[in-house]
């Protein structure tokens, strides 16, 4: 059985791999996209958006409603994609842990 400084141990290698995975969740990057490719969210893993990208066919102001559900359509479909990504990153992150069942991290 681990003694309680082995377990101290693993939990501060446990909480760097964490920070490290966090960090790189900021370097992924995923695109959401609505209208067949007329409204384009760049964004990271971690849920920062780095741009916008709308086909100049958008910009007519009789179309603001649609422009602005086909804007939301792609944040949303961004963030599914980084929610995705993370998913992925903490997997592998969590890959070698002997978790309870039921027990996530991020805490």
């Avoid at 990057?29 to 958008?58: C, M, P, Q, W």
């Avoid at 086909?70 to 990504?85: N, T, Y």
Wanted: no cysteine; hydrophobic share 50%; net charge negative.
């Amino acid at each position: 059985m681990p003694s309680l400084d082995d377990i101290m141990k693993m939990a501060e290698a446990a909480q760097a791999q964490l920070a490290s995975a966090q960090d790189n969740l900021d370097k992924i990057e995923v695109e959401g996209v609505s209208g067949g490719g007329l409204v384009k969210i760049k964004a990271t893993a971690k849920g920062r958006i780095l741009g916008v990208s709308l086909d100049d066919s958008l910009i007519v102001a009789s179309e603001k409603a649609m422009l602005e559900d086909l804007i939301a359509a792609a944040l949303s479909d961004a963030r599914g994609k980084a929610d995705l990504a993370a998913g992925e990153q903490m997997k592998e992150l969590t890959a070698g842990m002997s978790l309870p069942p039921g027990f996530k991290l991020p805490f």
